[in-house]
């Protein structure tokens, strides 16, 4: 999947050739150009950096100073690559683009997962990602210090409020996932949704499920539900939640906590690709 989203990524900007730089750069000239770091935060996308430069033009050589996960700060030099012009020129945007995108979900993963370090909950990605790009994105969540949820509609069955009024409500969608499961022999995590403290009682009568959602559940409300809910569950905490009020829903005792924002509304961290004469 990495490889095809790269090529992917070559063929939207390249196209029929790299014009600008065919027009005016000798084929045969050789260059060097650094990776200069111009924000805080966590460094994301370097691994997928190195991939990107050798898919274009193998030859080019990397020279990783700052590897994934670390903490930079304006000035710092992340890479060096050397060898054709042209390649460099035509690699230089789609790094910066992966990059910077990379490690503005990283920054962000981690600055929430730092909040609430000090209690034993697990910080979760969604599918709120960017389409097509969505493995990058749950991979730079992973560098800051999150965990990925599901990958996609394949990985994992969660049934959420759509599911259980489509299907006729939280017993039925609970019974036909098991006869699903057991026509198609696939073994899926079972995770439900509830909007309220009456889908909880339906699902703890129903059980066979893995993971309870309190979906837009307030801390005081989550409390509450958790005395009902047997230790064999997974319980996790999902809505309007917010950095404002993570370790409220953290001191909970819930075993995940999800934020869409740290894929969907996130700063990335700025740089820039640099000729270096030195």
């Known amino acids: 999947m990495y490889e095809e989203i790269i090529r992917l990524a070559f063929s939207e900007d390249i196209g029929d050739g790299d014009h600008s730089s065919l027009a005016c750069v000798p084929e045969n000239a050789q260059a060097k150009a650094r ?7 966590i460094l994301a996308g370097i691994e997928l950096a190195e991939q990107i430069f050798h898919h274009y033009d193998p030859k080019l050589e990397v020279e990783i100073f700052i590897r994934d996960g670390a903490q930079v700060k304006p000035g710092d030099i992340a890479l060096h690559v050397s ?70 509609l394949y990985d994992m069955i969660m ?47 129903v059980g066979g499920v893995q993971r309870i959602m309190l979906d837009n559940f307030s801390p005081e409300r989550i409390i509450a539900a958790r005395e009902r809910i047997p230790a064999a569950y997974e319980i996790e905490a999902s809505g309007g939640i917010t950095r404002d009020n993570i370790v409220a829903y953290a001191k909970t005792g819930v075993d995940f906590i999800s934020i869409g924002a740290l894929t969907h509304s996130f700063k990335s961290l700025d740089m820039s690709l640099k000729a270096d004469f030195s």
Do not use: C
């Open 35 to 41: 990776l200069i770091i111009k924000d805080e935060g």
């Open 159 to 205: 049934l959420k409020d759509n599911h259980i009024d489509y299907a006729g409500g939280i017993s039925k969608a609970i019974s036909q996932t098991h006869e699903y499961l057991k026509s198609t022999g696939k073994n899926l995590a079972i995770e439900v949704e509830v909007r309220d403290e009456t889908e909880l009682d339906e699902v703890l009568a």
């Open 83 to 152: 060898g054709s012009s042209r390649s460099i020129l035509a690699t230089e945007r789609l790094v910066l683009n992966f990059m910077q995108r990379m490690s503005g979900i990283a920054t962000q993963t981690n600055r929430i997962v730092a909040l609430v370090k000090d209690y034993p909950v697990k910080i979760l990605d969604t599918r709120k990602t960017t389409p097509g790009l969505r493995l990058i994105e749950k991979w730079a969540v992973r560098i800051g210090g999150g965990h990925n949820h599901r990958i996609g």
